[in-house]
């Protein structure tokens, strides 16, 4: 049986594909035109009744929330392929605690701005300046303190590379869409993080296969 | 007896509160360590050195030190998987992925909103803060929309995740605690039936009613 994961043109479906790729695991996709509003059609919201991307399917068993799928395929394949989680219970509450970092303090200013900068025309609304400001004032504090970790520690949650860094690599792709990777490029062990990690054949991959859907 | 851990924050802060629920449920001893946010203790310099994003709470036990409430429950699930509450992080891998999926759902869908009008509605009026009347609106809808979807989840199955109590039904009792109690959204969730059901189980366990005596405590008197 192979995964199925719905939406793969899009950010958080491509936390999976980079997960199920790292893992070794085969998937196919189905494309999920959000733009066109698919992701709240009835059959859709069969599987993901919060309307938004990704939700697999594996089999019978269907799962939703990018970050909850990570963690599901990275336990269950621990023995193949790269090991995402860390070797002790100390060393995966340490890929928690940087995955909730991500989860809670990195993806809502990012989100915004990839929503209001890159999405807004193609949506149909107006793109806030202020939110934009905001978000980006946000997302540069949460870096100046990715910025001190990530100067006595090669990845978020140690010296391996985890679910925590991946979890980062789709929406921080979109910075060079919104000309604003320079938030990266201005911080020196932020830099170095994105350049290792965004150069990993799993993102190489990835971005080949499912192009996202605003042209740079 | 095993060293208590170190939980830092104040009781009355929501994320502070999951994780004493957390440790509650597991049975496991835990100190209690006042940060006095009024006085702007958890943005000095000595907070920010063990949770350098100047937030509560911050957790500590005897092989490591960690942040973030839902990853310290995590860690405390799985370290103290053989006691307390075994079902409260699931007992085989797909009870867990839908612990997870539940869990996500409450961070990134349940908790913005909900969060927003727990700040504006119990929190701002106490710091003197002006209320956002356009927050507080958006907030309410975007709830309501997530609450739907709650809604029809509970009438098919007794907790979120499965029959059992989980962390993902716990992690929702901070936030919804102070909108039932002490502000007038608490219909939102006790006119919905399914959810006005679910709400009556989790907020009626032990462990969350000595959480909320927790709460009430008076705070600690300053050095």
Known sequence: MVVKVYGPAFACPKRVLICLVEKEIEFETVPVDIIKGEHKDPEYLKLQPFGVVPVIQDGDYTLYESRAIIRYYAEKYKSQGTDLLGKTIEERGTVEQWLEVEAQNYHPPIYNLVLHVLFSDKMGFPADAKVIEESEKNLGKVLDIYEERLSKSKYLAGDFFSLADLSHIPFTNYLGAMGKMYLIKEREHVSAWWDDISSRPSWKKVLELYPAPILE | ?223
Request: glycine share 6%; aromatic share 10%.
């Open chain 2, 1 to 223: 007896m095993a060293t208590p851990v170190k939980v830092y924050g104040p009781p009355m802060s929501t994320a502070v509160s999951r994780v004493l629920a957390c440790l509650l449920e597991k049975d496991v001893n835990f100190q209690l360590i006042p940060v006095d946010m009024s006085k702007g203790e958890h943005k000095k310099p000595d907070y920010l050195k063990i949770q350098p994003f100047g937030q509560v709470p911050s957790f500590q036990d005897e092989s490591i030190s960690l942040f973030e409430s839902r990853a310290i429950c995590r860690y405390v699930s799985e370290k103290y998987a053989n006691q307390g509450n075994k079902r409260l992080y699931g007992t085989n891998p797909l009870e867990k992925a839908s612990i997870e999926q539940w869990l996500e759902a409450e961070g990134q869908s349940f908790n913005p909103p909900s969060s927003a009008l727990v700040f504006q509605l119990a929190f701002a009026p106490r710091m003197k803060l002006k209320q956002d009347l356009g927050v507080i609106k958006q907030s309410e809808e975007k709830l309501a929309k997530v609450l739907d979807v709650y809604e029809q989840r509970l009438g098919e199955s007794r907790f979120l995740a499965g029959d059992e109590f989980t962390l993902a039904d716990l992690s929702h009792l901070p936030n919804t605690q102070y909108l039932v109690s002490v502000t007038e959204k608490g219909e939102m969730f006790t006119k919905r039936k399914n959810v006005g059901r679910w709400w009556s189980e989790i907020s009626g366990r032990d462990s969350w009613k000595k959480v909320v005596d927790l709460q009430k405590a008076p705070p600690p008197k300053s050095a």
